[in-house]
Antibody, heavy 121, light 113 residues
Framework: EVQLVESGGGLVKPGGSLRLSCAAS????????MNWVRQAPGKGLEWVSSIGTGSSFIYYADSVRGRFTISRDDAKNSLYLQMNSLRAEDTAVYYC??????????????WGQGTLVTVSS | DIVMTQSPPSLPVTPGEPASISCRSS???????????LDWYVQKPGQSPQLLIY???NRASGVPDRFSGSGSGTDFTLKISRVEAEDVGVYYCMQVLDTPGFTFGPGTKVDIK
């Protein structure tokens, strides 16, 4: 059974940093690209970042580029999101999602339960 | 960036009746390979989003056949042939053509009348 378990969320002050983790199991982690998607309270979904297999590609949304860093450790079956210079507008539930490529397109076929990041003074 | 819009924002439905959600993109999502790079997701109350439809019309694993996706280019539709109580939630379309820069629609909230 595919499982994705996020951790590392919490309350942080504006300008602070936080590192999110996503522990994967039930599939061959190093064979899949991975993603972070966030959802502000009461709002819709926003794609944040993607990383390819072997870190072959890394993409960021404009809203986080230069502040967030995605990485992966295939030996630990883990995905990470280092978030620096956090702003109030980064407050959201952060989901990790597995990327299943079909016909050259990316589809998020499994999602974790999410971890809440709150940026507030 | 490709902008996604959805209508209606809210859709009260009667169990057993059909339902339809529209999604439009600011640019064509038809790839040169013939596929439409448009997915549908549903987020049921208190749950994480889950993939429903990929490449415009392909049901994801385990998705009941009462769900269908159609459309091409900039106009897409998600249809539920006979709504069940378990189908309540927020439905999102998402374009996966613009790499990087995937964008979701604003969502359509489906609930029972």
């Amino acid at each position: 059974e595919v499982q994705l378990v996020e951790s590392g969320g919490g309350l942080v002050k504006p300008g602070g940093s936080l590192r999110l983790s996503c522990a994967a199991s039930g599939f061959t982690f190093n064979s899949f690209a991975m993603n972070w998607v966030r959802q502000a309270p009461g709002k819709g979904l926003e794609w944040v970042s993607s990383i390819g297999t072997g870190s072959s590609f890394i993409y960021y949304a404009d809203s986080v580029r230069g502040r967030f860093t995605i990485s992966r450790d295939d030996a630990k079956n883990s995905l990470y999101l280092q978030m620096n210079s956090l702003r109030a507008e980064d407050t959201a539930v952060y989901y990790c999602a597995r990327d299943r490529a079909v016909a050259g397109a990316n589809h998020f076929d499994y999602w974790g339960q999410g971890t809440l990041v709150t940026v507030s003074s | 960036d490709i902008v996604m819009t959805q209508s209606p924002p809210s859709l009260p439905v009667t169990p057993g009746e059909p339902a339809s959600i529209s999604c439009r993109s600011s640019q064509s999502l038809l790839h040169s390979n013939g596929y439409n790079y448009l997915d549908w997701y549903v987020q049921k109350p208190g749950q994480s989003p889950q993939l429903l439809i990929y490449l415009g019309s392909n049901r994801a694993s385990g998705v009941p056949d009462r769900f269908s996706g159609s459309g091409s280019g900039t106009d897409f539709t998600l249809k539920i042939s006979r709504v069940e109580a378990e189908d309540v939630g927020v439905y999102y379309c998402m374009q996966v053509l613009d790499t990087p820069g995937f964008t979701f629609g604003p969502g359509t909230k489906v609930d029972i009348k």
